[in-house]
């Protein structure tokens, strides 16, 4: 989607839609969506063109632009499609409607004309340009026959929307090239307009190729899901269906090398599957019944029968599609500031081309055709295009290649933000750590007690901890479930926040954390210091006690997942400092900290706590935040970069993040930062490159060392290098 909404009263173009689209964000309420595919609009003169024909149209309510996908989305109230696509037609331009599915689906792929043509035209432009050196006495008309001709095969679209443009003040490529080259006619360089129009479109079908690449990469991600799913029909045999076709429940079987057209969870099988369509990580995964498979993912080894769990149009890779092409259509900062620049841009140059023609007479009396000749070169030049489409293919090229490795990234303005992260806040759990308590090691209070009493307190501990849901509980549940007893456990009371109390073969017993052991009364100075030990060594502790005294002390760690360790030093390599907010005590988040290498780190933090301190933490630099994107919304919502980890499957995450990290790798981190600085060290070379290029143009026309095509070559070549450069994106391997 773009920033720009226009409030237009009504709209003119296509098939009307029956519903407003997921596409269509933005959309005001109570307005139906009209999506169109417009081949020729991908430039803001274009997009000028069409809000000035659409202002007027009733019903309009609003306007979005998607330049690079070509997609023009009308929010409208009751307008004619018919009278809207007429609208359009008007103004030289083909609308196409979209059904409601993925743009990515429906993307244009280059203008198949003839090129043939285009090269029986170069040849009569040539040919212009030889017999015109000729000293031929019918030199002269000989070249303007083959001047035009060759003008006529290639030439007329050109003019034909150039008018258009003109009829409606729009200084668009089309018109400042059909001034130019009919100024050339006029003037008698007949070769020279010939060889300008000629290159002029062998050019554009070069940069459309060019850019077709670039929309592409959503598209490649697309096709990582078939549109044909094995499924087994009622009376158990199996079919091949149409994927969109499969109702959420249905069973599907997929044998080895196949993709999956479906998200699901295992029922059978345990499959090896690479799931880096959607993870962005290459080494594949055992899986089992029960777990999740995503759409797109490839079955490495052994078949395996699944039930959905979405439908085609709502799998994690539709989404991951979907909000890789609004962060496409939206504008970056970057390229909001070059809109505003060509806006004013184009107008100052071609003032400076007319007052060229009428001052050079003036200056130098007699030389009124060499002043027109220069004011025609400045015309070529005062088009915007490169510089236009310089930002549009680097942001769209840095999301399609941060997509494929894995990182969701939800616009532009954050790609660019990136490169200036100055403060890194990470929930500890889940995050940093595995999000799996483990029991490290339990202790008998009583030093004396012998194997059959130790055994008598993991018993009692083990059938208590297995009558409570909390994550801790459960860990020492799992480690000791084999001494856990089914009989005698009776009037059992989860306490929130403290533990369970219950009773035993007739034996009172708690098992719970220090503030249980305070409210009994059972707090010493030397329990204390064995406690607080055992947290600065990361441990969460569960005490086992009777109505009496603490029996035993159970040390519960989440340890830290292999990659934390080398994706901190990777942030801090880069510049980022780290915080670590966390609600566990404050000894177990500095001993997990430390073991981190994390800067700073804060315990016992409810969700408005971590709050304030992404709010403290925002004074000194971009922040951003890392969390599973539920328990840290408010955070995550207040840091300028919201980071979700392990968003696969996850629509929380992907909906409310800016930045969703596909899996629970955090070194990802660091691909975004160096994904982010590479974007922007593209995005600077190409402004200076197309600027560049325009001004050094700009004084050999002055001098009068430019020729028309001259001028028309390093124009179009300035967005074939903008647009080969911002390709590079798509190429590269930031892993």
């Avoid at 031929?136 to 303007?144: E, I, L, R, S």
């Avoid at 890392?626 to 919502?637: F, S």
């Amino acid at each position: 989607m773009s920033d720009a909404h226009s409030p237009a009263r009504d709209t003119c173009c296509g098939a009307q839609s029956p519903s407003t689209p997921p596409e269509a964000p933005c959309a005001p309420a109570g307005t139906v969506t009209l999506r169109l595919r417009i081949q020729e609009m991908d430039c803001p003169t274009e997009e000028a063109l069409l809000r000035k024909a659409l202002a007027d149209a009733p019903g309009v309510a609003a306007l979005d632009f998607d330049l690079m996908g070509r997609v023009l989305s009308i929010h409208h109230r009751g307008a004619d499609p018919q009278a809207l696509a007429a609208c359009i037609r008007a103004l030289g331009m083909t609308p196409q409607p979209l059904e409601t599915g993925n743009a990515a689906d429906q993307a244009p792929t280059a203008q198949g004309e003839r090129w043939g043509t285009l090269w029986l035209a170069a040849g009569l432009a040539l040919a212009a340009e030889l017999v015109g050196w000729t000293p031929w006495p019918g030199a002269t008309w000989g070249a303007a026959l083959l001047a035009l001709a060759a003008i006529g095969l290639v030439g007329l679209p050109t003019w034909r929307k150039g008018w258009v443009a003109l009829r409606h003040r729009s200084l668009n490529i089309n018109a400042l090239m059909s001034v130019a080259v009919t100024g050339a006619l006029l003037i008698g360089h007949w070769a020279e307009a010939a060889m300008v129009m000629v290159l002029f479109t062998l050019a554009e079908r070069i940069e459309a190729r060019s850019l077709d690449r670039a929309r592409r990469a959503i598209r490649e991600l697309l096709d990582s899901a078939p549109d044909q799913a094995r499924q087994q029909t009622p009376d158990g045999d199996w079919e091949m269906v149409a994927a969109e076709g499969v109702a959420v429940g249905e069973l599907v079987r997929i044998l080895p090398g196949e993709r999956l057209p479906l998200d699901g969870e295992i029922v059978r099988g345990e499959p090896t599957l690479d799931e880096s369509p959607i993870t962005g990580e290459s080494l594949p995964h055992d899986k089992g019944p029960g777990e999740a498979v995503f759409a797109g993912t490839i079955n490495r080894h052994g078949d395996f029968d699944y039930r959905t769990t979405r439908p085609a149009d709502d799998t994690t890779l539709a989404r991951i599609i979907h909000a890789v092409e609004q962060a496409q259509a939206s504008r970056a900062p970057t390229q909001r500031f070059i809109d505003r620049f060509a806006a004013v841009y184009t107008p100052a140059v071609l003032g400076l081309a007319v007052l060229t023609a009428v001052a050079w007479p003036l200056l130098f009396p007699g030389a009124w055709l060499d002043g027109v000749y220069r004011a025609l070169v400045l015309l070529v030049i005062a088009c915007p295009c490169a510089l236009v489409i310089s930002t549009p293919v680097s942001i769209v090229s840095g999301l399609s290649a941060a997509a494929r490795a894995g990182i969701l990234i939800k616009g532009g303005r954050f790609l660019e933000q990136g490169r200036r992260l100055a403060w890194l806040a990470l929930d500890k759990t889940g995050t940093l750590t595995q999000g799996q308590p483990r029991l490290a090691h339990w202790a008998a209070l009583d030093d004396d007690l012998d194997a059959a009493g130790q055994a008598r307190l993991a018993h009692q501990a083990a059938s208590l901890a297995g009558r409570s849901t909390h994550p801790v509980s459960r860990a020492l549940y799992d480690a000791l479930a084999t001494l856990a007893g089914e009989d005698g456990v009776a009037s059992v009371r989860e306490r929130p926040g403290l533990g369970v109390e219950g009773e035993l073969a007739g034996t009172a017993l708690w098992l719970g954390n220090r503030r249980l052991m305070a409210e009994r009364g059972l707090a010493s100075e030397a329990l204390e210091a064995r406690l607080e030990a055992l947290e600065r060594d990361g441990a969460s502790v569960v005490a086992l006690g009777d109505t009496q005294r603490v029996l035993a002390l159970f040390a519960v760690r989440d340890p830290l997942k292999p990659t934390s360790v080398a994706a901190i030093r990777a942030l801090h390599d880069k510049g980022v400092k780290t915080l670590m907010l966390s609600g566990d005590n404050r000894q177990a988040v500095a001993a997990i900290a430390a073991e981190a290498g994390i800067d700073e780190a804060r315990g016992e933090l409810l969700p408005e706590d971590k709050l304030a301190a992404i709010e403290a933490c925002a004074s000194r630099g971009v922040t951003g935040m890392v969390g599973d994107g539920i328990n840290d919304a408010p955070a995550l919502a207040r840091a300028d970069i919201g980071f979700a980890m392990g968003a696969a499957g996850s629509d929380v995450a992907i909906e409310t993040a800016d930045v969703a990290l596909m899996d629970d790798d955090l070194g990802k981190l660091s691909t975004f930062l160096r994904l982010s600085r590479a974007t922007r060290a593209v995005l600077v070379q190409n402004i200076v490159v197309a600027l560049g290029l325009k001004a050094v143009f700009m004084v050999l026309a002055f001098t009068g060392q430019a020729t028309l095509w001259m001028a028309v070559f390093a124009d179009m070549g300035a967005s074939l290098l903008v647009v080969a450069n911002g390709l590079r994106l798509l190429r590269s391997r930031h892993h």
